[in-house]
């Protein structure tokens, strides 16, 4: 392949990928709907990168179309490439290519995937082990969401969703933790729970899987049928760390990305593992401190969007600040806030204050079930001060914001625009 044309390419997976292929000699171009600091790092990096999806931004000489799973099929573009006979691969489909041949660590799991993958990414490669690494945000350790290796070791994030996790062959499978998620494709938690026993049986009798045994989501999946040989580590039974990340989840990120390198490189040493995941420096919008408003109130910015991910950070900030808490949620997808509204309700109860803004509808269609009011009567209810409102108001509500309080934006839709303006009125 000589040149590549990416439909979508401001999705993380997407750049990354991108990025990998720029390193292979391959022309890379590629559109996206909007800007985003992702699209800017790729130009930074020398490739074509246009806004607005049209037909007439596909190459002619392209050799293959590569495509993020949020491009419907009647994409312009997509549409296009068809025409000119280019073949096209989902983002997934090609990353299960490009592993293939390698000796590939899958990082899955309902939480903490991408800090894992970061962390993971950083210690083997302050080991000496150069590793190829696809990561699902910007790591700020090496300003990118990719890392370049000259090894066959390719650390790669991986996803449940609609069985992406199933394109890969991994020779060690990380499972942080296991949650129901993806709700509006898989319709309860024993059928994501089958997708990662399917995973769990493709690792080879040779391979490792790296997970909590006794976690009760995925001790049946290793009990219950499971036929394979490969060898199970325990990653719980890792020691603590020094961290600059806060809160207990990050600490199991620590463990689990810990024994992982241990189980990739045997002769690694315990403080060659402390020394780099004390310096490790976090992810973009994964707990990051984005500075001051201009009352001087802190501002983080985090990507939770699952209940759980959400209650957790929220109670490492309260561990943080003895001030008052102000969240500004973005709820994602209406499948997702619908089917686990009691679980949001009590997520918040470390806040003092809470805005919910209008759900992020992505690749959903509302159906008039669930709105970012009937969650914020449900937050209401459990005696937090929980508000529906706008984006555009609730970031004039943030800006007064008093010095000693603490704004946290959080979800993974675009709420982190108003972290950045925020901190940008300073």
Avoid at 297 to 314: M, Q
Wanted: aromatic share 8%; hydrophobic share 40%.
């Amino acid at each position: 392949m000589k040149k590549a044309h990416f439909i979508g390419i401001g999705g993380i997976g997407m750049s990354a990928l991108a990025q990998y292929f720029k390193d292979q000699d391959v022309v890379v171009t590629g559109s996206d709907r909007e800007e985003s600091p992702v699209t800017e790092l790729l130009e930074k990096k020398g490739m074509r990168i246009v806004i607005g999806q049209k037909a007439e931004n596909v190459p002619t000489g392209a050799d293959m179309a590569v495509y993020s799973d949020a491009v419907p099929e009647d994409n312009l573009e997509r549409a296009r490439a068809r025409e000119l006979g280019i073949p096209q691969l989902s983002y997934f489909e090609m990353l299960g290519g490009v592993s293939k041949g390698k000796k590939t660590i899958a990082v899955a799991g309902t939480h903490g995937k991408t800090t894992t993958t970061g962390m993971l990414a950083k210690i083997l490669g302050d080991a000496g082990a150069s590793p190829t690494a696809v990561v699902g945000s910007i790591v700020k350790d090496f300003g990118s969401n990719y890392l370049h290796g000259d090894s066959d070791i390719f650390v790669v994030e991986a996803c449940e969703y609609r069985d992406h996790l199933l394109e890969l062959s991994p020779h060690v499978l990380v499972i942080t933790n296991l949650e129901w998620d993806h709700t509006d494709y898989f319709p309860s938690l024993e059928a994501l729970q089958d997708t990662f026993r399917k995973a769990i049986d493709k690792v080879p009798a040779e391979g490792i899987i790296v997970t909590d045994p006794n976690n009760r989501n995925i001790a049946p999946l290793l009990r219950q049928g499971y036929a394979g040989q490969a060898r199970i580590i325990d990653y719980t039974k890792e020691p603590a760390y020094e961290l600059r990340l806060p809160g207990e989840f990050n600490q199991n990120n620590a463990r689990a990305a810990a024994a992982a390198a241990r189980a990739v490189l045997p002769s690694i040493t315990d403080s060659i593992i402390a020394e780099s995941l004390e310096a490790f420096q976090g992810t973009w919008r994964r707990f990051e401190y984005k500075g001051k408003t201009a009352n001087g109130a802190d501002v983080y910015d985090d990507y939770a969007h699952h209940p759980t991910a959400v209650k957790e950070t929220l109670k490492a900030l309260r561990a943080k600040t003895n001030g008052k808490i102000i969240v500004a949620f973005h709820p994602h997808l209406y499948s997702r806030t619908r089917d686990l509204l009691n679980e949001f309700a009590t997520s918040f109860r470390d806040a003092d204050k809470a805005f919910i803004a209008p759900i992020y509808a992505a690749r959903e269609v509302d159906d008039g079930t669930i709105s970012s009011e009937i969650l914020a009567e449900r937050i209401r209810a459990t005696g937090i001060n929980a508000t529906a409102l706008d984006l555009d108001v609730i970031e004039k509500k943030l800006a007064d914001a008093e010095k000693g309080d603490t704004v946290i934006t959080m979800g993974a839709g675009d709420i982190y625009k108003v972290a950045d303006a925020l901190v940008a009125r300073t």
